[in-house]
């Protein structure tokens, strides 16, 4: 079994999933889009661990949005197979953007099977707009940001 010293950062944010039937695709193996589901899962489960859910952007007006996306399918993954989940947070310019990086392994060999990373984007939920970082949301995520010389 992996140690933590094989993540990509220290300090991941982890949770396990497992592949299921209905996440299955023509080829046999994990649709893409499981992935991204997962991504998004995780993500969540991270945001809401620190303290911001999907109520409290609706209450402030403000939210995190995906502005660009790269994702990098590594190994297959098969219905029945445990993932480990990992994300960070790992950019944040405290004006607009932030970054968001994940990283999934098999927990059954340790095999890294997915990359991804989300440029974010601050929005006015009203308006969909961009708008400046609020500071609840600063001082909530600021702390768990692994890099914060970022520049966006």
Do not use: F
């Given at each position: 079994m992996p140690t933590g010293t094989?993540?990509?950062?220290?300090?991941?944010?982890?949770?396990?999933?497992?592949?299921?039937s209905d996440q299955i695709d023509?080829?046999?193996?994990?649709?893409?889009?499981?992935?991204?589901?997962?991504?998004?899962?995780?993500?969540w489960l991270h945001s809401?661990?620190?303290?911001?859910?999907?109520?409290?952007?609706?209450?402030?007006?403000?939210g995190?949005?995906?502005?660009?996306?790269?994702?990098?399918?590594?190994a297959a993954t098969f219905e029945g197979d445990t993932l480990e989940l990992a994300t960070?947070?790992?950019?944040?310019?405290?004006?607009?953007?932030?970054?968001r990086r994940f990283q999934f392994r098999r927990v059954a060999d340790g095999t890294t099977v997915f990359r991804g990373c989300w440029q974010l984007i601050c929005l006015n939920l009203a308006s969909g707009k961009p708008a400046r970082i609020p500071r609840d949301f600063i001082?909530?995520?600021?702390?768990?940001?692994?890099?914060?010389?970022?520049?966006?």
């Open positions: 094989d993540w990509d950062y220290e300090a991941p944010h982890l949770c396990v999933v497992d592949v299921r023509g080829l046999g193996h994990a649709n893409n889009a499981a992935y991204v589901g997962w991504c998004e899962h995780v993500a809401e661990g620190l303290g911001l859910s999907v109520a409290d952007y609706q209450k402030i007006g403000r995190m949005a995906i502005s660009t996306a790269h994702y990098e399918y590594i960070w947070l790992t950019g944040s310019d405290n004006r607009v953007r932030m970054e001082e909530v995520y600021g702390p768990a940001v692994i890099n914060p010389q970022y520049t966006g």
